[in-house]
Protein backbone atom coordinates (compact mmCIF):
# COMPACT_ATOMS: atom_id res chain seq x y z
CA UNK A 1 0.00 0.00 0.00
CA UNK A 2 2.88 2.65 0.73
CA UNK A 3 6.33 2.75 -0.45
CA UNK A 4 9.54 1.44 1.22
CA UNK A 5 9.86 5.32 2.73
CA UNK A 6 7.11 4.27 5.23
CA UNK A 7 8.30 1.84 8.19
CA UNK A 8 5.59 1.15 10.40
CA UNK A 9 6.86 -0.97 13.68
CA UNK A 10 6.26 -4.52 13.88
CA UNK A 11 6.40 -5.13 17.48
CA UNK A 12 4.83 -6.79 20.15
CA UNK A 13 5.88 -4.37 22.79
CA UNK A 14 4.73 -0.88 20.38
CA UNK A 15 1.65 -2.63 20.01
CA UNK A 16 0.97 -3.51 23.50
CA UNK A 17 2.01 0.25 24.61
CA UNK A 18 -0.29 1.87 22.10
CA UNK A 19 -3.22 -0.08 23.04
CA UNK A 20 -2.42 1.02 26.45
CA UNK A 21 -2.71 4.75 25.02
CA UNK A 22 -5.38 4.27 22.90
CA UNK A 23 -7.21 3.17 26.70
CA UNK A 24 -9.28 6.34 27.09
CA UNK A 25 -8.94 5.64 30.82
CA UNK A 26 -5.20 5.77 30.57
CA UNK A 27 -4.03 8.33 33.17
CA UNK A 28 -2.12 11.57 31.67
CA UNK A 29 1.08 10.28 33.87
CA UNK A 30 0.83 6.66 32.03
CA UNK A 31 0.27 7.62 29.15
CA UNK A 32 3.04 10.80 28.78
CA UNK A 33 5.32 7.72 30.21
CA UNK A 34 4.38 5.75 26.95
CA UNK A 35 5.37 8.16 24.79
CA UNK A 36 7.98 8.53 26.13
CA UNK A 37 8.63 5.00 25.91
CA UNK A 38 7.50 4.01 22.62
CA UNK A 39 9.65 7.06 20.78
CA UNK A 40 12.53 5.44 22.11
CA UNK A 41 11.92 1.98 20.59
CA UNK A 42 10.63 4.08 17.02
CA UNK A 43 14.32 5.77 17.37
CA UNK A 44 15.73 2.56 17.51
CA UNK A 45 14.15 1.74 13.65
CA UNK A 46 14.36 4.99 12.72
CA UNK A 47 18.46 5.33 13.75
CA UNK A 48 19.66 2.33 12.14
CA UNK A 49 21.36 3.72 8.96
CA UNK A 50 23.57 5.99 11.37
CA UNK A 51 26.87 5.01 10.41
CA UNK A 52 29.85 3.68 12.26
CA UNK A 53 33.32 4.00 12.21
CA UNK A 54 36.41 2.00 14.09
CA UNK A 55 37.85 2.71 17.22
CA UNK A 56 40.54 1.30 19.11
CA UNK A 57 39.95 0.17 22.57
CA UNK A 58 41.58 -2.30 25.11
CA UNK A 59 39.28 -4.65 27.02
CA UNK A 60 40.48 -6.54 30.20
CA UNK A 61 41.53 -9.14 27.84
CA UNK A 62 43.32 -7.69 24.69
CA UNK A 63 43.71 -4.74 22.37
CA UNK A 64 41.07 -5.18 19.57
CA UNK A 65 38.95 -2.24 16.82
CA UNK A 66 35.36 -1.67 17.35
CA UNK A 67 32.42 -0.08 15.72
CA UNK A 68 31.33 3.01 17.41
CA UNK A 69 29.05 6.21 16.05
CA UNK A 70 30.85 8.59 13.57
CA UNK A 71 29.06 11.21 15.44
CA UNK A 72 27.24 12.12 12.36
CA UNK A 73 25.36 15.67 13.53
CA UNK A 74 22.06 15.18 14.51
CA UNK A 75 19.49 17.25 15.79
CA UNK A 76 15.01 16.03 17.14
CA UNK A 77 12.73 18.95 16.02
CA UNK A 78 9.32 18.10 17.93
CA UNK A 79 6.05 19.92 16.32
CA UNK A 80 4.62 21.69 19.75
CA UNK A 81 2.93 21.08 21.67
CA UNK A 82 2.11 17.16 21.29
CA UNK A 83 5.89 15.97 19.51
CA UNK A 84 7.74 17.48 23.28
CA UNK A 85 6.35 14.14 24.88
CA UNK A 86 8.64 12.29 22.10
CA UNK A 87 11.93 14.43 22.51
CA UNK A 88 12.75 12.27 25.72
CA UNK A 89 12.91 9.08 24.38
CA UNK A 90 15.00 10.16 21.11
CA UNK A 91 17.07 12.14 23.48
CA UNK A 92 17.76 8.49 25.53
CA UNK A 93 19.04 6.96 23.14
CA UNK A 94 20.93 9.70 21.27
CA UNK A 95 21.93 12.03 23.80
CA UNK A 96 24.20 14.38 21.83
CA UNK A 97 21.56 14.80 19.79
CA UNK A 98 20.26 19.00 19.71
CA UNK A 99 16.89 19.85 20.27
CA UNK A 100 15.09 22.55 17.73
CA UNK A 101 11.28 23.64 18.53
CA UNK A 102 8.95 24.14 15.85
CA UNK A 103 5.07 25.44 17.13
CA UNK A 104 2.62 24.79 14.89
CA UNK A 105 -1.42 24.17 16.03
CA UNK A 106 -4.35 23.39 13.34
CA UNK A 107 -7.04 25.15 12.81
CA UNK A 108 -10.30 23.04 14.24
CA UNK A 109 -12.57 24.62 11.50
CA UNK A 110 -10.11 24.54 8.25
CA UNK A 111 -7.65 21.59 9.79
CA UNK A 112 -5.12 23.98 8.00
CA UNK A 113 -1.64 24.13 10.33
CA UNK A 114 0.07 27.62 11.17
CA UNK A 115 3.38 28.44 12.62
CA UNK A 116 3.64 30.11 15.90
CA UNK A 117 7.14 29.67 16.70
CA UNK A 118 10.23 28.51 15.36
CA UNK A 119 14.01 27.92 17.10
CA UNK A 120 16.63 26.05 15.87
CA UNK A 121 20.57 25.12 16.63
CA UNK A 122 22.19 27.65 14.36
CA UNK A 123 23.76 24.99 12.33
CA UNK A 124 20.58 22.67 11.61
CA UNK A 125 21.11 23.20 7.88
CA UNK A 126 24.27 20.63 8.33
CA UNK A 127 22.40 18.13 10.59
CA UNK A 128 20.20 15.00 10.15
CA UNK A 129 16.48 15.65 11.13
CA UNK A 130 14.02 13.56 12.99
CA UNK A 131 10.72 15.57 13.39
CA UNK A 132 8.40 13.79 15.73
CA UNK A 133 4.88 14.30 16.47
CA UNK A 134 2.73 11.68 17.97
CA UNK A 135 -0.15 12.28 15.37
CA UNK A 136 -0.14 12.19 11.55
CA UNK A 137 -3.77 13.21 10.17
CA UNK A 138 -4.63 14.96 7.39
CA UNK A 139 -0.82 15.21 7.17
CA UNK A 140 -0.79 19.43 7.25
CA UNK A 141 1.15 19.87 10.50
CA UNK A 142 4.15 17.58 9.37
CA UNK A 143 4.34 18.70 5.63
CA UNK A 144 4.30 22.10 7.31
CA UNK A 145 7.08 21.21 9.35
CA UNK A 146 9.27 19.17 6.66
CA UNK A 147 8.89 22.41 4.30
CA UNK A 148 10.20 24.57 7.17
CA UNK A 149 12.96 22.59 7.70
CA UNK A 150 13.87 22.36 3.94
CA UNK A 151 13.66 26.48 3.73
CA UNK A 152 16.47 26.00 6.33
CA UNK A 153 18.23 23.90 4.31
CA UNK A 154 17.90 20.58 6.00
CA UNK A 155 18.68 18.22 3.20
CA UNK A 156 18.35 14.62 5.54
CA UNK A 157 14.84 14.32 7.29
CA UNK A 158 13.06 11.98 8.93
CA UNK A 159 9.28 11.88 10.31
CA UNK A 160 8.36 9.81 13.18
CA UNK A 161 5.05 9.38 15.11
CA UNK A 162 3.05 6.76 16.79
CA UNK A 163 -0.46 6.84 15.02
CA UNK A 164 -1.01 7.71 11.44
CA UNK A 165 -3.71 7.99 9.08
CA UNK A 166 -3.17 6.74 5.48
CA UNK A 167 -4.52 9.93 4.45
CA UNK A 168 -1.72 12.15 6.23
CA UNK A 169 0.98 9.36 5.26
CA UNK A 170 -0.43 10.05 1.59
CA UNK A 171 -0.44 14.04 1.95
CA UNK A 172 3.62 13.77 3.18
CA UNK A 173 4.67 11.43 0.30
CA UNK A 174 3.10 13.44 -1.98
CA UNK A 175 4.91 16.72 -0.81
CA UNK A 176 8.11 15.39 0.22
CA UNK A 177 8.85 12.09 -1.44
CA UNK A 178 12.59 12.10 -0.18
CA UNK A 179 11.28 11.69 3.43
CA UNK A 180 11.29 8.34 5.44
CA UNK A 181 8.19 8.07 7.61
CA UNK A 182 8.52 5.62 11.28
CA UNK A 183 4.70 5.38 12.56
CA UNK A 184 3.91 3.04 15.52
CA UNK A 185 0.96 1.89 13.97
CA UNK A 186 -1.43 2.98 10.90
CA UNK A 187 -5.13 3.39 11.43
CA UNK A 188 -8.55 3.42 9.40
CA UNK A 189 -8.58 6.47 8.30
CA UNK A 190 -10.13 10.31 9.69
CA UNK A 191 -13.42 10.96 11.39
CA UNK A 192 -15.62 14.34 10.06
CA UNK A 193 -12.79 16.31 12.73
CA UNK A 194 -9.70 15.25 11.15
CA UNK A 195 -9.15 13.05 14.11
CA UNK A 196 -7.63 9.47 13.52
CA UNK A 197 -9.91 6.66 14.10
CA UNK A 198 -9.24 5.02 16.09
CA UNK A 199 -6.58 6.73 17.19
CA UNK A 200 -6.01 7.82 20.93
CA UNK A 201 -8.13 10.99 20.95
CA UNK A 202 -6.23 14.40 21.21
CA UNK A 203 -2.24 13.57 21.90
CA UNK A 204 -1.84 17.54 23.30
CA UNK A 205 -4.90 17.41 25.60
CA UNK A 206 -3.68 13.87 27.24
CA UNK A 207 0.02 14.66 27.21
CA UNK A 208 -0.71 17.71 28.77
CA UNK A 209 -3.80 17.46 30.93
CA UNK A 210 -5.21 20.25 29.27
CA UNK A 211 -8.99 18.77 29.02
C1 LIG B 1 -2.02 17.71 16.66
C2 LIG B 1 -0.87 16.74 16.50
C3 LIG B 1 -0.27 17.18 15.19
C4 LIG B 1 -1.48 17.59 14.41
C5 LIG B 1 -1.82 16.48 13.46
O1 LIG B 1 -1.60 18.93 17.13
O2 LIG B 1 0.02 16.77 17.58
O3 LIG B 1 0.64 18.25 15.31
O4 LIG B 1 -2.55 17.78 15.34
O5 LIG B 1 -2.87 16.86 12.63
P1 LIG B 1 -2.70 17.05 11.05
O6 LIG B 1 -1.91 15.88 10.55
O7 LIG B 1 -4.13 17.05 10.56
O8 LIG B 1 -2.02 18.36 10.81
P2 LIG B 1 -2.62 20.11 17.53
O9 LIG B 1 -2.82 21.02 16.36
O10 LIG B 1 -3.84 19.52 18.15
O11 LIG B 1 -1.78 20.96 18.57
P3 LIG B 1 -1.21 20.55 20.02
O12 LIG B 1 -0.02 19.66 19.79
O13 LIG B 1 -0.83 21.87 20.59
O14 LIG B 1 -2.30 19.86 20.79
N1 LIG C 1 -4.37 15.52 16.41
C1 LIG C 1 -4.54 14.72 17.50
O1 LIG C 1 -4.02 15.02 18.57
N2 LIG C 1 -5.26 13.60 17.36
C2 LIG C 1 -5.82 13.23 16.20
O2 LIG C 1 -6.47 12.18 16.14
C3 LIG C 1 -5.65 14.09 15.08
C4 LIG C 1 -4.91 15.20 15.22
Known sequence: MFNEKVHVMD??????????????????????????EIGMLITYEATRDLPLTDKEIETPICKTT????AGKKFAVVPILRAG???VDGVLRMVPSARVGHIGMYRDEET????????????DIAERDIIIVDPMLATGG???????????RGCKNIKLMVLVAA???????????????IYC?????????????????GDAGDRIFGTK
Do not use: C, W
Open 11 to 36: HPLVSHKLTIMRDKSTSVKDFRELVS
Open 66 to 69: MPTL
Open 84 to 86: LGL
Open 111 to 122: LQPHVYFAKMPT
Open 141 to 151: SAVEAITEMKK
Open 166 to 180: PEGIKAVQDAHDDVH
Open 184 to 200: GAVDEGLNERGYIVPGL
